[in-house]
């Protein structure tokens, strides 16, 4: 059963530090990884997508990782702003296990003025 | 387009009453998730169907939970009769792809806060 697990589970930091959140899931045979941002009481929103055959995918102050044979992934925030201040979800689909996302227990973020 | 549409976006009942929950998909996609985010469980695939059929329900808790998919455009999770542990936020997510391939990318609504009192 794939397991997806993301520390720190928290993280406060002062803004325009840069920060890295982590992923890690257990079974390395995946179609692709997803990273979210979740604001409270909203929606999920998707950041960043990265496929099995990618390394990296690059938006804006994000830059996420995937290294598969680790069964790990990141995500770099440059410059934090008050506005990143959300939590965040790490999720992979696996291949041969259908269509669904399996989510990691996200990082809650707040950034400081 | 607007996204995947959820209503309510909060609903409160009281316990032993049956509960629907609406989902409009992207228009265009053709598989569509139902999520249930608790505290204690995270996020969690009740079922997900492609091109309006269940595919897998294995997440469906109790045979209390049913949903449906009656066309592309349209589907809805009825809870019957619901509980308070049913509390909780429901997410409905649409991806274009039947076939999962690397780059399908799931969206999510806004979800339903569901509060059973």
């Known amino acids: 059963k794939q397991e997806v697990t993301q520390i720190p589970a928290a993280l406060s930091v002062p803004e325009g530090e840069n920060l890295v959140l982590n992923c890690s899931f257990t079974?390395?045979?995946?179609?692709?990884l997803q990273w979210f941002r979740q604001d409270p009481g909203k929606g999920l929103t998707s950041l960043l997508l990265?496929?099995?055959?990618?390394r990296e995918q690059t938006s804006g102050r994000l830059n996420a990782s995937l290294d598969k044979s680790s069964g790990r992934s990141t995500l770099y925030i440059a410059a934090s702003q008050p506005g990143d201040s959300a939590t965040y979800l790490c999720?992979?689909?696996?291949?041969?296990?259908?269509?669904?996302?399996?989510f990691g227990t996200g990082t809650q973020l707040k950034v400081e003025l | 387009d607007a996204g995947v549409i959820q209503s309510p976006r909060h609903e409160v009942t009281e316990m032993g009453q049956e509960v629907t929950l609406r989902c409009k998909p992207i228009?265009?996609?053709?598989?569509l998730f139902w999520y249930r985010q608790t505290m204690m469980r995270g996020l969690e695939l009740l079922i997900y169907?492609?091109?309006?059929?269940?595919?897998?329900d294995s997440g469906m808790p109790e045979d209390r939970f049913s949903a449906k998919m009656p066309n592309a455009s349209f589907s809805t999770l009825k809870i019957q009769p619901s509980e308070p542990r049913d509390s909780a936020v429901y997410f409905c997510?649409?991806?274009?792809?039947?076939?999962?391939?690397?780059?399908?990318?799931?969206?999510f609504g806004q979800g339903t806060r569901l509060t059973v009192v």
């Open positions: 997510a649409s991806s274009k792809s039947v076939i999962f391939r690397d780059d399908t990318e799931a969206f």
């Open positions: 079974d390395s045979a995946i179609y692709n």
């Open positions: 990265i496929q099995s055959s990618q």
């Open positions: 999720a992979v689909v696996l291949t041969g296990g259908g269509n669904k996302l399996t």
């Open positions: 228009s265009g996609h053709n598989s």
């Open positions: 169907f492609n091109n309006n059929v269940p595919i897998d």
